[in-house]
C-alpha cells in the first residue's frame, strides 16, 4: 500500500487517467469499426465519410498518447486500402 501523500496521489491521478484514456480508446475503436461496417456493406461512399471521420480521432489518440504513433498508421494505411480497393 502507498504511503507517502505522493505515491497516494500518483494513484488518484493514474485511476482517473486509466478512465479517461479507456474512453479515449473505445471512441477510437467504435470509428474504426465505423468504417469496417461500411466496408462490410459495400458502400463506398459511406466507408469513405467513415474513413475521413476515423482520421482525426486515430491522429488524436496519438497526440494524447493513447495508441502507438505506428498503430494508428497501420490501421490508417489498412482501412485507407480497402476502401479504394471497393
Same mark, same amino acid.
Not at 485511476?15 to 484514456?21: G, P, S, Y
Not at 469499426?33 to 469496417?36: L, P, Q, R, S, T
Not at 463506398?44 to 471521420?53: H, R
Not at 476502401?83 to 471497393?86: E, N
Given at each position: 500500500m *502507498?504511503?507517502?501523500?505522493?505515491a %497516494?496521489? &500518483?494513484? %488518484?491521478?493514474n485511476? &482517473? /487517467? #486509466?478512465?479517461?484514456?479507456g474512453?479515449r480508446?473505445? /471512441?477510437?475503436r467504435t470509428?474504426v !469499426?465505423? +468504417?469496417?461496417a *461500411?466496408l *462490410? $456493406? $459495400?458502400d463506398?461512399?459511406?466507408? #469513405?465519410? @467513415?474513413? !475521413? @471521420?476515423a482520421?482525426p480521432e486515430?491522429?488524436?489518440g +496519438? #497526440?494524447? $498518447?493513447v495508441v502507438h504513433?505506428?498503430?494508428? @498508421?497501420r490501421?490508417?494505411? %489498412?482501412?485507407?486500402?480497402r +476502401? *479504394?480497393?471497393?
Open positions: *502507498a504511503n507517502t501523500p505522493q %497516494r496521489k &500518483r494513484i %488518484r491521478r485511476e &482517473r /487517467r #486509466a478512465e479517461i484514456n474512453n480508446l473505445s /471512441r477510437i470509428f !469499426k465505423k +468504417v469496417e *461500411a *462490410a $456493406g $459495400g463506398k461512399a459511406v466507408a #469513405a465519410e @467513415a474513413l !475521413k @471521420a482520421q486515430l491522429a488524436r +496519438v #497526440a494524447r $498518447g504513433k505506428n498503430t494508428a @498508421a490501421k490508417l494505411s %489498412r482501412l485507407s486500402k +476502401v *479504394a480497393a471497393l
